[in-house]
């Protein structure tokens, strides 16, 4: 499985970006999303993650960092096995390498070691 992580760049505080992630995979059912970002000198830390299932008719459930809950938003085309990860009013803290990660969906979502594949990240610098 190949995860190839995109859309980051140089944003002012307040702007937006949408990161993409695209998996190599044949379908994501069963599988979760998630992404992670690690900042220079700090832990890597959950960001947001999506799985489904046909057992959730389509929908799938969604997991945010309780910290950036209101401000970014995760989504996915199941055509295009991506998921997307759309990011509002963002802040110089929000400045890291944002990595996307695959595992199974009985796992938890939160936890980095969880994750079986990862993505080569991307880098969201917001400036002040």
């Known amino acids: 499985v190949q995860l190839q992580a995109s859309g980051g760049g140089l944003v002012q505080a307040g702007g937006s970006l949408r990161l993409s992630c695209a998996a190599s995979t044949r379908t994501l059912n069963g599988y979760r999303l998630g992404w992670f970002r690690q900042a220079p000198g700090k832990e890597r830390e959950f960001v947001a993650a999506l799985g489904w299932s046909s057992w959730s008719r389509g929908y799938g459930t969604t997991y945010y960092a309780d910290s950036l809950q209101g401000r970014v938003a995760i989504s996915r085309d199941g055509l295009k096995n991506t998921v997307y990860l759309q990011m509002n009013s963002l802040k110089p803290e929000d400045t890291a390498v944002y990595y996307c990660?695959?595992?199974?969906?009985?796992?938890?979502?939160?936890?980095?070691?969880?994750?079986?594949?990862w993505g080569q990240g991307t880098q969201v610098t917001v400036s002040s």
């Open positions: 990660a695959l595992q199974g969906i009985g796992a938890d979502a939160r936890r980095s070691d969880d994750y079986s594949y």
